[in-house]
């Protein structure tokens, strides 16, 4: 398809927009689920992907996101054990304090309820 499409000037320019207009969708759409919830990474991966079947600057681009990812996920597999220790430890520290906070200003978290809580302490 996309080598009928480059025979007719017309038709190719048409593609190009249409994946600059696709991709560039899918990689707004994951620069927003940042902020909102939502697979992030994977649509700005896709959308990337998708501008990269096209244009070069984009192949580029995510050729340096792939390397950067990669970097990152072998200096994580070969962290040292404290290290690793270390990270899980604050990461349920933070649950745990998080947790204490939303309790502590009413808030019902879906793992902890104030009544149950109350009901345990005998606070009724």
């Known amino acids: 398809m996309r080598r009928r499409a480059k025979s007719n000037p017309a038709t190719d320019l048409a593609w190009r927009l249409a994946v ?16 909102t919830p939502g697979p992030g990474w994977a649509a700005i991966f896709l959308g990337l992907a998708i501008l990269a079947s096209e244009f070069a600057w984009a192949r580029r681009l995510l050729d340096r996101v792939k390397a950067t990812f990669r970097k990152a996920a072998t200096q994580a597999r070969g962290s040292s054990p404290k290290r690793k220790l270390l990270a899980g430890g604050l990461v349920a520290v933070l649950v745990v304090l998080v947790a204490l906070i939303g309790w502590r200003s009413g808030v019902d978290l879906p793992f902890i309820s104030s ?10």
Do not use: D, H, T
Not at 20 to 35: E, N, P, T
Not at 115 to 123: E, H, P, Q, R
């Open 20 to 35: 600059l207009v696709v991709g560039g969708a899918v990689l707004l759409a994951g620069l927003i689920m940042f902020i």
């Open 115 to 124: 009544a149950a809580v109350n009901a345990s302490a005998g606070l009724r």
